[in-house]
């Protein structure tokens, strides 16, 4: 493996890009790429990131995708590299939560969905990106897993599933590229403050039980995820591949 990315000359994608760890990734990566276009299903909250990026005095670009969807997923790909350049950073980050409930009451709807955009999604975006980095010999691809990739959580079927697949994607596609200058890991995120957790928090009761977390380990902030997603996109971390990077204060330890 030789070199990896991330100079004034990069241009960075991030999917899901409207949502709170998304705009904290668009915004890291901002201090460093050239330009970010920042994909997500929300225009109006794409929108706000790029214009958040653009104050950093980046160049940035909004898309409207469902990431889910095969022809969105060709399509931001092109679209980014058209209006914006080469991709040379991809965090394929978007996903959603589903819903609190045990598996015998979990909804076989609900389940297909969180699988269509987590696991779908993040397929897409690998399978359109990865093509044009492979033209140009180089990039960084960070998929936003999850401490669900390597831990069961009583009453989250769907994304603990879903978050598990993501790991597989992100192994299967590092063993296709290695060798290549084209680096692939994953992030695993324990909770971190946000509108994701708050809203597992309201679905699971005023109890709790089944989302507790161990210990007293703190949630993490947004730009936590980030940092280590940056960290993961620069020539620094150029010998780190296929890496399940954990970023939760510790709780998957025990
Ligand atoms: N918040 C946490 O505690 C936590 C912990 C571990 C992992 N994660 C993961 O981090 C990622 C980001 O989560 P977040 O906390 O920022 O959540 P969020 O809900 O704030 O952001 C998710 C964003 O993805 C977008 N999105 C949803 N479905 C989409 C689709 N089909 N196509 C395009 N965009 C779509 C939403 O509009 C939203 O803007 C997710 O993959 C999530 O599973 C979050």
Known sequence: MTAAVASSHTIA??????????RAIALRLAETAEAVAVVDLDLAAAEETAAAVEALGRRALAIRADVSDEADAAG??????????????????????????????????????????????????????????RQRGQGAIINTASTSAIRGRAGLAGYVASKHAVLG???????ELIGSAIRVNAVLPGPIESRMIRELNRQAGADGSSLARAGSAPYGHPDDVAAVVALLASNQTRHVHGAAWVVDAGITVA
């Not at 994608?13 to 998304?22: A, F, H, Q, S």
């Not at 040379?88 to 009451?105: K, Q, R, S, T, Y």
């Open 169 to 175: 994607l992100t192994r299967t596609a590092a063993l």
């Open 13 to 22: 994608l991030v999917t899901g890009g409207g949502g709170e760890i998304g």
């Open 76 to 133: 931001y790909v092109e679209a980014a590299e058209q209006k914006l350049g080469p991709i040379g950073i991809f965090a394929n980050n978007a996903g959603i939560e589903g819903v609190v409930a045990p598996l015998e009451d979990y909804p076989a709807e609900m389940f297909d969905r969180v699988m269509r955009v987590n696991v779908r999604g993040i397929f897409l975006g690998l399978k359109f990106v990865i093509p044009r980095m």
